[in-house]
């Protein structure tokens, strides 16, 4: 996505570290711009609503046994 650095292990990270990529990220207009224009999609979402949905379609799913399959639902939904 662009609007962060390379991690580091626990072991990298001091306060050395932390302060010489915050200041990048301060100071990086292109990673800042990557980051102002993510939040504005994030915030153009419909996350519950989308969230909401999903719920709903999982539940009118038809149901199935463990080990069952899709095609094993339909044999008997046909009476197979």
Do not use: F, N, Y
Request: positive net charge.
């Amino acid at each position: 996505l662009g609007v962060g650095l390379t991690p580091c292990s626990h072991r990298e990270l001091d306060a050395r570290w932390l302060h010489a990529t915050i200041d990048r990220m301060l100071r990086d207009r292109v990673m800042q711009a990557r980051a102002r224009s993510i939040g504005r999609a994030v915030r153009s979402e419909d996350g519950l609503g989308e969230a909401v949905a999903a719920i709903e379609r999982a539940m009118r799913a038809p149901r199935r046994a463990p080990g069952e399959t899709a095609k094993s639902l339909e044999e008997v939904s046909a009476g197979a």
